[in-house]
């Protein structure tokens, strides 16, 4: 029997040595759990933050986009109603209507040479070199023409360069083009039969004679213009009238390329890869585009998405590739002018419009391995103070088990639950030196009842071996019940062992919750401060809205002020065009009086004097009463850009605080589940000291079925012992 016993342990413990090999340990295990859970968590708030931080920027993207593009085409339509301001000022111009009646007339003068003679005089003989022809003010041939021309062509130049305008013309109801400021090769030509009757110039002319009704405007896009060198040329002309309505001329103004440009072209808020560009119905680019060393209008064209869409009368932002072939946020619109429609396109790089998303994934995989780096350490340093221990304990259990009784114990100092199982290893230590001590005492009586047992059946061999047969079975039977008791004690013991340890990580596993939980509402009481902070700031922005709509109005009546200034203006003006007049026919009437009506001409000479001298006042003030319109529409814009800006500030600040209510709401419910998952540890906590309580009852049980065992053993005794007496009575018999 105790044979037996001695090699059972010793053969399990080979096969848990044997399986032990194909199993993760819990120095392995709770580094790998630890950490798992880390990456698990990072990768998904990762993914997420990511994610929303690219639909964040993407959103904004286009919304900045689709400002820059709003403020092109304001900026852009309110240019563009500047020169058809420009055109009717010029055409209503009292200096307008005078100089196109002299041009006419003295035209007529010329003769059939007109073309010939004033070419030569203002270009071919014109001392100023090529580009430079407009700072001649006359020729000196001594004409009516150049008289003209040296009285009224320094205005239309100042005119022209004040405003941008690439060049002038005043035709006469003929088609001769009886003065230009530039003197190309269009100058003193025929529109209706010379050589550029088939040009935009001759066209925007009949278009102009055709309308007839004062005020009435014509407008022709962008083409190549021959006179020009085909360079792009935009015209745009109005009639002219004289003051009794009757019509004398056409007034026409070439549109400035380069005042384009300089709208589309503002760089602010484009970054390095933005640009703006008009292309027109014909899919050819109106202004240069930004990445083109070379002009680019009328050159480059475009029929991607945004264009297509645009000339359709749609508007938006959307992602696509440009006419580079590079990949794009494009912004676009449609401006409508006279007739005449335009796409508006403003466009930015994805790669720049995404680079902060880019940015912030990398800060974040950094951030992230950093992180799980942490986690990892204090995994290994959690599992080390775990497996350490129990690593120690383990040896030193199957050196014992392996019949080791000198094995010291370790751990017995510890005040937690590693050191109650090396106490509890410590007694089944001693345990074991004892039952190896009475297991030698029971050897030493069974040899001696051997002995009394054999003089017993020399004695009596028939009795002897009946009654040994009986006694060797309840022997046998209190042994093996034995056996089976220390089995069933040393399998409570350690049942007993192992609901400790895990015990001991059940309550780990409660502070750790715990501590998620106090984090959990620190975290909530964070975003309730944010969300104070961004309920302020946006009161701020509803508060700067009010303020610039109120600038926006104070301008606004400046505006019209200079406007009622500008009407009363036009009257001096008109007033004094009056008195020339009047002073003209004065002058004559005193020249048909002769000696009588001297002295009444020099007072007529006198009032015509203070009457230009009038005009030219009222046309200074005309001329800074338009500045200051334009300088107010300006500001009008401005301030209501600035309105519209502050009013998406206040839309980003409403969002923010939705988003942060949101993210309140989800650490509510965290820490409500943190609460819940404490319970529950806590409640696992609770089962597993039952199981503890039950092993401890098994072992106790086990103790007793020992002691039962013992008492079987003893009655075995017993009874061979009366056997014996009786066979001694029977031999002393």
Request: glycine share 6%.
């Amino acid at each position: 029997m105790s044979d037996t016993n001695n090699v059972e342990p010793t053969q399990n413990m080979g096969s848990t040595k044997k399986i032990s090999k194909f199993r993760l340990t819990l120095a392995r295990k709770l580094p790998l759990i630890i950490v798992a859970a880390a990456l698990t968590v990072a990768v998904a708030i990762g993914v997420s933050d990511t994610i929303n931080a690219s639909r964040a920027i993407k959103t904004e993207a286009q919304n900045g986009l689709t400002a820059l593009l709003e403020a092109r085409q304001d900026t852009l339509s309110h240019y563009l109603e500047t020169i058809r301001a420009d055109l009717r000022f010029v055409a209503t111009n009292p200096t307008t209507v005078e100089a196109t009646e002299n041009f006419n007339f003295t035209w007529r003068d010329l003769g059939e040479g007109a073309q010939a003679d004033l070419q030569r005089l203002y270009i071919t003989d014109n001392p100023n070199p090529t580009g430079q022809k407009e700072n001649l003010d006359f020729a000196p041939d001594g004409s009516g023409y150049s008289a003209a021309h040296g009285r009224y062509h320094p205005w239309f130049r100042q005119f022209l360069r004040e405003r941008g305008y690439y060049d002038i013309f005043l035709f006469n109801t003929e088609g001769d083009l009886v003065y230009s400021v530039f003197k190309e090769l269009d100058y003193a030509t025929n529109m209706n039969s010379g050589e550029w009757r088939s040009t935009d110039l001759a066209n925007v002319f009949k278009a102009g004679l055709s309308q007839q009704a004062a005020g009435s405007q014509t407008f022709f896009d962008f083409k190549p213009y021959a006179p020009s060198n085909d360079a792009p040329a935009s015209f745009i002309s109005t009639p002219i009238h004289n003051g009794s309505g009757q019509l004398i001329g056409v007034l026409a103004f070439q549109m400035p390329i380069d005042r384009l440009n300089a709208v589309m072209q503002v760089t602010a808020g484009m970054g390095e890869t933005g640009e703006a560009y008009i292309i027109g119905e014909d899919h050819l680019m109106r202004t240069d585009s930004r990445f083109s060393e070379e002009s680019t209008i009328l050159v480059r064209k475009v029929d991607t998405e945004s264009v297509i869409a645009a000339l359709e009368g749609e508007s938006g932002v959307i992602q696509m590739d440009d006419y580079r072939g590079v990949s794009v946020f494009s912004a676009f619109g449609a401006l409508d002018f006279m007739g005449t429609r335009w796409a508006v396109i403003a466009e930015k790089d994805s790669d720049e419009v995404l680079s902060s998303v880019v940015e912030t994934r990398n800060i974040m995989l950094i951030v992230a391995l950093i992180v799980l780096g942490i986690v990892a350490l204090i995994g290994v340093f959690v599992a080390r103070g775990v497996s350490g221990p129990v690593t120690a304990m383990t040896s030193a259990m199957r050196e014992l088990a392996s019949g080791n009784k000198d094995v010291d114990i370790p751990g017995q100092a510890r005040s937690d639950e590693i050191g109650d199982m090396a106490a509890a290893v410590q007694v089944f230590k001693e345990n074991a030196v004892e039952a190896e001590r009475l297991s030698a005492i029971e050897a030493e009586e069974v040899r001696k009842r051997e002995e009394r047992t054999k003089r017993m059946m020399e004695l009596c061999t028939n009795f002897d071996a009946s009654i040994s047969e009986v006694v060797s079975s309840v022997t046998a039977a209190a042994t093996e019940t034995e056996s089976t008791a220390q089995s069933m004690a040393s399998n409570a013991e350690e049942t007993s062992q192992q609901s400790a340890a895990v015990a001991s990580a059940t309550e780990q596993a409660t502070a750790n919750v715990q501590t998620v939980a106090s984090a959990a509402e620190e975290l909530a009481s964070s975003i309730a401060e944010i969300a104070r902070q961004v309920d302020e700031s946006t009161k701020n922005a509803q508060s700067a809205v009010s303020q610039a709509e109120k600038t926006n109005e104070t301008v606004k009546s400046l505006s019209e002020a200079g406007q009622k200034i500008g009407d009363v203006v036009q009257l001096i003006n008109d007033i004094a065009s009056q008195t020339n007049l009047l002073a003209l026919n004065a002058t004559i009437e005193a020249a048909r009086a002769g000696e009588a009506g001297k002295g009444f001409a020099v007072v007529a000479s006198e009032v015509k004097s203070l009457a230009n001298q009038t005009a030219k006042a009222t046309d200074e003030i005309g001329t800074q009463i338009s500045t200051l319109q334009s300088a107010t529409e300006e500001a009008v814009v401005a301030i209501d850009g600035i309105g519209k800006s502050i009013g998406e500030i206040n839309e980003t600040s409403t969002a923010v605080a939705s988003a942060v209510e949101e993210q309140r709401a989800a650490t509510g419910e965290i820490s409500r589940n943190v609460q819940e998952a404490a319970t529950g540890t806590q409640q696992v906590s609770s089962n597993i000291t039952g199981v503890n309580e039950a092993a401890q009852q098994t072992g106790a049980a086990a103790v007793q079925m020992t002691n039962a065992a013992s008492q079987l053993s003893e009655q075995a005794d017993t009874l061979g012992r009366e056997v014996e007496k009786f066979l001694s009575d029977i031999r002393a018999a």
